[in-house]
């Protein structure tokens, strides 16, 4: 019963308004209508305390980056968003709590027009997982594999950010504010992703670092590239970071940052620019895709440089 | 770079062969196609160590239970079993057991042709959240708000199995193998639930006990309902245990059955017994619905009787 009513009092009026919810929280399922002609994007992410964010975190930010989590995986798709659901473990019912993440993940969910269509209120150590479901037109999704020799290698806004927050929340060293938002609330890129539809050859979202994240682009599309550090989209902040220590791993291989980086083939250079200024998001051309396999990272005197690690791992071990 | 493997390893070849997969694990999103006139039942669900089940239970067990709550939701629905997606949080990268949790998972995703489409795996508290993706035809969909007085309340298999089961173990009693295996691998009633369609007229599983989940119908409804405890199905166990203590509170209170609870119209009494048949799974019809709001229960001597409780709460202490 009280479960119910909590998930009902927080969470059930949000983004009622949207008809193709033909049934909301509160049955065994919800009903959702696909517009036809659309297929469905999904995608499922977990942030657990402790691993992906303090147990003191601000609740609402975390309600926020739980969604937008979800929400760059869409755009990275070239996905609307649509529907979301929401699975929260919490070691105790802390109405103060709950209201906190709810008011962040409402926030963040009225913006993009996304329903919340189904949850689970469960005791336990505090963790959330959320599904988010978005529509794309039948065929034009952008996926990771369509990248060929030649294209532009482009990413969305400045990298890095979080990854400098974090470092200097584990130091005890003071963060600015709107530092420290790029960590705990991110913008998911959602225009950006929808702008791309028929411009990207290939797209991912930066959860776990440029190097990563563009090594599964390559690697799906059995291709290599070269990025020119000097050309990397950096803050005022992170451009003192890397003059100082030459701090290349944070934009190159810190995680956390929910751009977007793509490829473009050179043609559709102006195209590209038209996209960037209709989604009102900054975009900067890296380096280029080639045929010949591998990432490689060359410093602004021309000189070769490889991060000391790739980007974040749950499992390390595991990997040897 | 060694949890996607895992990942991949483990579950990427379950159910590749449903054609409205478009694009599966490995992308940013999967990518799905909701049949022509169809509609989507989705529905989350997370089960936490030491919650919904004890840390050394068997692996195999909780991969079959995890998707398996998920499509009781679906059947309770009247919706088809299409695609799944699975959030798994692991406190280390243990290769059996991830190896054995895939076995049970995959088992009854195979016999519901179930397509895994997503996943994240996460370190930190074990804990496994899993939506579940159904087709129904638009406006078929069973809610909970259909019933009306005079149906029939009816119920599948058997209730209290689990329950009884729980009971024992917590005791550290002996438990037949029978008997465990209805607390730890539960059968969704998956053909039931589709040969329904068009016939009940309310419905809803039994994951929180009879009085809990028939009283969500009856709310949503806005009725109430007569249920006679001698019609109670009821396995030779559970029958023994009723006759010797009077414990009418494991079929009626007790969690985890994940039998179909729902309401059918007296006249169509001759068509539930054929979609019984057909679906291979005994009904029982244990009482009526009425205008008078309330759940009422009547033992077989005639007398009233009511459960202590109505059945699993998370947040017991919310409740007042």
Redesign the interface.
Known sequence: ???L??IAEHFARLGADRPDV??GV?????????A?GC????????L?????FLSDSDPEGLGHKALAVGLS??A??G?EPA?A???L?LP??D?GWISAFARGFAALASAHRVAL?????????L?M?V?V??L?P?GQ?I???GARPGDLVCVSGTLGDAGLALTLLQEGAPVAADLRERLERPTPRVALGLALRGLATA???LSDGLA?DLGHILA?SGLGAEVELARLPLSPALARQVAECEAWGLPVASGDDYELCFTVPPARARALAVAARRACCPVAVIGRVRSLSGLVFTRPDGTPWQPQR?GY???????E
């Open positions: 019963m009280s479960e009513r909590l033909r049934l509160g049955d065994d399922c919800a009903l959702l209508q696909v036809a297929e469905l994007a999904v995608s499922i992410d977990t657990v305390s402790g691993v992906h995986d869409l990275a798709m996905a529907w659901t929401l699975a473990t105790a019912a109405d269509v189904g949850g689970d209120l469960t005791q336990g150590p963790s997982t599904q479901h978005g794309v039948a999704g996926r990771r594999s797209m991912i979202d990563a799906a790739l791992d749950h499992f390390p071990a595991a990997a």
